[in-house]
């Protein structure tokens, strides 16, 4: 099992034929993925070769869902075009849309999220890795060849350190990982994640990765203790950032003890989640709360 993406997920990818479309989207077809299609207007009817596979480009999201039954797209266009792509995809009713852009200015975000939760579309992102599901699909940036199909289940703000836990724990593997992005607003949260990975009965395990900033992980915090049934283990990004300074990822705005690496662990921790102080140790807490299981 695994959540939100599986074999048997039919993928588009919005920007296919730009420089970053083509690398991923090769990638992609490696790890097995079913890219089913392109979206460009201007070489709509073209077919793109990727290591003698040929993949359609479609006029619009809308077309590529009728002609393939598309149920995923990945977007990979610039920041300017990001919202109407998103709206696109929003209207042709997709179920899923991964926003891998970053750099979007984050009142297109609120306006893209908001429409899509009226048109039922999920958003994963913006400015996110996108996700995984090892051994059946692969959607967005996340190398596919770190890992290995297993109990774990992982949601994280941070793409780099889904990378790493992903490798920390691959003797172990995971059922999905997600990166959800980690700016001010995003489509999809921890909480979303933690109640797919709850109901998905082949997670044993959930690694919730963090930042400083916000109260993503708070609010995370209270759903476990009242829902979730299944272990967490924790890891939150920046308990050696200087107090005071500026962080680089836009989500990470702290507001006196609010938002701080501390708080966040001290909520996670008093919800029954272990929090690592490195990814090393928090691969470490995975290991050993599987193995007592």
Known sequence: MAIHLTKESRVLVQGMTGGQGMRHTRRMLAAGTNVVGGV????????????????????????????????????????????????????????LAIVITEGIPVHDTVAFTAHARRTGTRIIGPNCPGLITPGQSNAGIIP??????????????SGTLTYQLMYELRDIGFSTCVGIGCDPVVGTSHIDCLAAFQDDPDTELVVLIGEIGGDAEERAAAYIRDHVT????????GFTAPEGRTMGHAGAIVSGSTGTARAKQEALEAAGVRVGRTPTETAGLVAETLGAR
């Open 40 to 95: 460009n207007p201007r070489k709509a009817g073209q077919t793109v070769d990727f290591d003698g596979q040929a993949v359609p480009v479609f006029g619009s999201v809308a077309d590529g869902i009728r002609s393939t039954g598309a149920d995923v797209t990945v977007v990979f266009v610039p920041p300017a075009f990001a919202k109407d792509a998103v709206a696109e995809a929003a209207d042709a009713r997709i179920p």
């Open 144 to 157: 596919a060849d770190i890992t290995k199909p297993g109990p774990v289940g992982l949601v994280s703000k």
């Open 230 to 237: 299944k272990p967490v283990v924790g890891y939150i990004a």
